[in-house]
C-alpha cells in the first residue's frame, strides 16, 4: 500500500516536497516512482529510484528523489515550479517479481499558480 502526500497550491518559483509512505511488501519492493498527470493529459513519468542501490532517474532537472528506507517512504523535492507542473502526482511501486509499476498511491495534486 502506498500513501502520497505533501501537494498542495503554491506560486510559481516555489518548492513543495512529496512523500509516498510504503507498508506492506516493502521488503520486494524493487523501484519506486513518481508519474503525474493534468488534466485533459496521459500519465507522465517523472522520477523513480531505486529500492536498494543508486538508481536514480528524472525526467525534470528541478526535481529530485531520494528515498528513507528507515521510514519506507521516497520523496520528490520540486524546486522552481511551474504552471505547468500542475497536476496530481502519483507514486507506485514496482516488485522484484515484475517489470512494470503494480501499486499505485491514491495521488495527491499540485497546483502551481502564476
Known amino acids: 500500500q502506498l500513501q502520497a502526500s505533501g501537494g498542495g497550491l503554491v506560486q510559481a518559483g516555489g518548492s513543495l516536497r512529496l512523500s509516498c509512505a510504503a507498508s506492506?511488501?516493502?521488503?520486494?519492493?524493487?523501484?519506486m516512482g513518481w508519474f503525474r498527470q493534468a488534466p485533459g493529459k496521459e500519465r507522465e513519468f517523472v522520477a523513480a529510484?531505486?529500492?536498494?542501490?543508486n538508481y536514480v532517474d528524472s525526467v525534470k532537472g528541478r526535481f529530485t528523489v531520494s528515498r528513507d528506507n528507515a521510514k519506507n517512504t521516497v520523496y520528490l523535492q520540486m524546486n522552481s515550479l511551474q504552471p505547468e507542473d500542475t497536476a496530481v502526482y502519483y507514486c507506485?511501486?514496482?516488485?522484484?517479481?515484475?517489470?512494470?509499476?503494480?501499486?499505485w498511491g491514491q495521488g495527491t495534486q499540485v497546483t502551481v499558480s502564476s
Open positions: 506492506g511488501r516493502t521488503f520486494s519492493i524493487y523501484r
Open positions: 507506485a511501486a514496482r516488485y522484484r517479481d515484475s517489470d512494470r509499476y503494480d501499486s
Open positions: 529510484i531505486s529500492w536498494s542501490g
